[in-house]
């Protein structure tokens, strides 16, 4: 894999998104090469079960020229149950954002008895592992092999960081 990715999008309080990307060498994360990050003024409000119809265009407005990615790694669940109900992830990896998608979810859902659950470093709570394009347990494997200790690996942390930045 060459083009590798972590995004996030925050959503302030008083409207819009934040949206952000770090680009690395390598699906490690060791480096990070690029950061991008992008205000949108207009976000669909939030609607239970359709998240994707909020989250997906700030995706897609940040990832830009880049799409296709070789991995896109995001802060949720890629499907939400055994029979494949599209999460964000499943989405982001049908609109052609990355031929890899990896879903890291920090809080279990209920439906998605499927993900697996990696302990990184000390931690002794785990996250939530869910893949298109790629194997489940090698999904798994990815995200333990992410750059930092914690439980959260550090590109997602720092992606997540950089969208609360202020525009």
């Known amino acids: 894999m060459t083009t590798c990715a972590v995004a996030d999008v925050h959503y302030p309080a008083d409207g819009g998104a934040h949206a952000a990307l ?3 060498d390598g699906p490690d994360f060791a480096t990070v090469t690029e950061r991008r990050t992008i205000w949108l003024d207009q976000v669909a409000d939030y609607r239970p079960g359709r998240f994707f119809e909020r989250e997906l265009p700030a995706l ?7 799409a296709p990615l070789d991995l896109l790694i ?7 149950d055994l029979t494949g109900r599209p ?9 052609g954002l990355a031929a890899v998608v990896v879903g890291i979810a920090k809080t ?3 439906t998605a008895t499927h993900a697996i ?11 939530w ?7 489940l347990a090698e999904a798994a494997a990815l995200v333990t092999r992410m750059a930092g200790t914690a439980r959260v690996p550090d590109a ?8 609360r930045n202020t525009r």
């Open 156 to 163: 997602a942390r720092d992606v997540d960081r950089l969208t």
């Open 108 to 110: 279990p859902f209920r």
């Open 129 to 135: 592992v869910t893949a298109a394009g790629m194997d």
């Open 74 to 80: 995001i802060d949720g669940y890629v499907d939400l």
């Open 22 to 24: 770090l680009i690395a």
């Open 87 to 95: 999460g964000l992830g499943a989405h982001a990896h049908q609109a």
């Open 117 to 127: 659950p990696v302990l990184r470093g000390i931690a002794t709570k785990p996250v």
């Open 60 to 66: 897609r407005a940040v990832i830009g020229n880049l």
